[in-house]
Nanobody, 114 residues
């Protein structure tokens, strides 16, 4: 059974930090590049960061230097540490493989106030 459960979102002021977590089913997690995506109101879902099964990472230019993706193989969990948050980071954040499987979790809302 596919499982993607995101958590850790919330309301923060600009400049603040949040750490998102995503627990993924082992079948998805073990052999796949994992990614964090976000969808702001009225916009399409976009890729934010990815982490391969090794050590390679990718970041969208909009978050480079502020966000850090990591994964815990034993816990089947992928994290997104978000620092220096900006109002434009406000969105629902999702995790999935990259490219994504045809299943999405409920996401976690991140709201950054100015």
């Amino acid at each position: 059974q596919v499982q993607l459960v995101e958590s850790g979102g919330g309301l923060v002021q600009a400049g603040g930090s949040l750490r998102l977590s995503c627990v993924a089913s082992d079948r998805i997690f073990r052999l796949r590049t994992m990614g964090w995506y976000r969808q702001a109101p009225g916009k399409q879902r976009e890729l934010v960061a990815t982490h391969t099964t090794g050590l390679s990472t990718y970041y969208d230019d909009s978050v480079k230097g502020r966000f850090t993706i990591s994964r815990d193989r034993d816990q089947h969990t992928v994290y997104l540490q978000m620092n220096s948050l900006k109002p434009e980071d406000t969105a629902v954040y999702y995790c999935n493989t990259n490219p994504p499987v045809d299943f999405w979790g409920q996401g976690t809302q991140v709201t950054v106030s100015s």
